[in-house]
């Protein structure tokens, strides 16, 4: 840009007449004066991004075998952040923070129970709404911020499963010892071809609850009577 | 006897300090060869022009790849490679495959995935995507705005600068997709990146401000009060000395800051001032120069006019000395620009001394108010 140079120096009686009719106050952006002197920068170019495949794999290796290396460890650059207790890997540390809080803090889950004041915090960190249920949550997240209904980092998800996998992988006894266990229909074993019965015997009659502990008194009897 | 234990004992602890610093080093190296991977940037069809010998990928491969992620489920890295050149081959590639329902959702579920590598395609595929127009990026913003957004937090630096760079397309492309961004609350996110303090794994200012910068020109009246609350809030963590800070007076003037949110301003007023300082030393030899000193010199003006209770020997040191200096600089605009700045001194001082000072050059659209 080139500029032209003046030799002459303005005197006070000019510098206050040209005062005089400048605007003074605040500058908005949007300032008439301003339009004809827009900022030297070159206007932005979009630029899409091409990586040599081979450095990528390379990264995407080193990342792992970094990851094998330290487990639970959050702190490396390459690192997501791992639950250590059921080990749901998240991308932020306030995601992180969430999962542990509202899935494994038996406090949080009191006092979400209690109701008295709202314990969910947003999925971003920089809201600071809180909500009561994890529900209400998700719809200020769909409302306010636009976030997918099918949010993939999504807690009330993880409980979901979390519980599946907990009753799945929980014990029998305890399921008989509860109060719905008479609604639970009897299913026939799955053979699959094998027709001879290799496993206890699934088609006993079911026992009404607190009946083990009698027929261990009959053994225990039984057994004195052996004597 | 009792000192051979004791050297052996020493000799022992050596070894093994010396192996945790190997390892660390070992590690260290690992981790900056990482982020060290060169990333080609084309424009749009520009990787045509620039590597001749480069495979051809039309609407028609495109179609295929779109069917065979649809029908999986999910894309191997090598479709989305394939996907993200095809991408940066032409327009017709990036509708394409914008047309087809279901595909992008498929790229989502990579991007959000546990797979790292698969990870870092996406995102790159997504980056190539975002030179689409209008209803593309608007697509984007819709379905995976949210992550892109989540990821300015993660550590993964590839991924988080293919992300920035999504960003900063989508920006610059439309103010649907723009808002949409802003309700994520990607201010914040970019705020707290820009301001971060400059080391090996903070490399992300430029990026960040050029979002902001873009933000800021085309979108500023989309801000949110909260957004523009937490700006003036961290107005102060931007050090001048810092990368990409020549961005810096143009967002806080752009934003209106100043004046939507004063009370906060006003605290922070001693490091804007402390800024505008640094910004008015510089040379105004380069564009990236002339920008800065410019809207240093608007928001110095705003500063003036908004704080009437900023005590005067708050002001920068040695007022007389850089404006003389600048008036030297004999460009028309700027000097304007300071004209406003000398006027609105006066009126906070209630005195004209200042004048008597000033060597102003005159310039012919001067002559009009003479």
Redesign the interface.
Known sequence: ME????????T?D????????????????TDP??V??M????P??????????D??????Q???S?QSCNKNIPT?????YTCAECKR?L?????LDLHITEQHDTYFAASVERGDKPMFSC?????TFKMHTAKERKDHCIT?????PN???DQSKSKAYHEKSRNEASMDVDELAGPTHNKIPYIKAFSFGHYTQRTFNTRRERREPGTTLLDVQDMKDALEDMD | MSDNSSSTTVKLEDNFLRQKVREYARRQRQELRTSATDALRFGLGKIKEEIKEIEHLSVKDVNGLVARIKRRKHATSDDMYRLSYAFLQGNENINAFADKQGAVQVLVKELTGTDLTRRFDAAECFCNFSLGEAHVCEKIATLAGTYLVTYMDIKEPRLKRSCLWTLANILSTSNKATTTLLQMQLVPKLWKLYTAPADDLNVYQEDAAICLYLIATSAADLLSSEDRRYIAEHVHEKCASGPASEYYMYIIFQTEILRLEQELCLRNSKNLLSFVETCLQGDFKTPTEKFKVIYAVRVFTNIVATFTCIDNAKLIKNLVETLNRLFALQDESLTMDLLRLVKNIMNLQQSDKLLDHLQVHAFGSMQLYI
Do not use: M, N, W
């Open positions: 500029t032209k140079t003046s030799p002459f120096l303005l006070k000019q510098l206050s007449k040209i005062l005089h009719e400048i605007p003074a106050g605040y500058i908005k952006p004066l301003l004809a002197t900022p030297p920068l070159p932005y170019q979009k630029l899409g991004v091409l990586v040599e495949r450095d990528i794999v390379d990264a995407g080193s990342t792992i970094s490396s650059v390459t690192q997501s890997t991308p932020t540390a306030h995601l999925y971003l960190e920089e809201c306010v911020h636009k976030f997918p949010y993939r980092f």
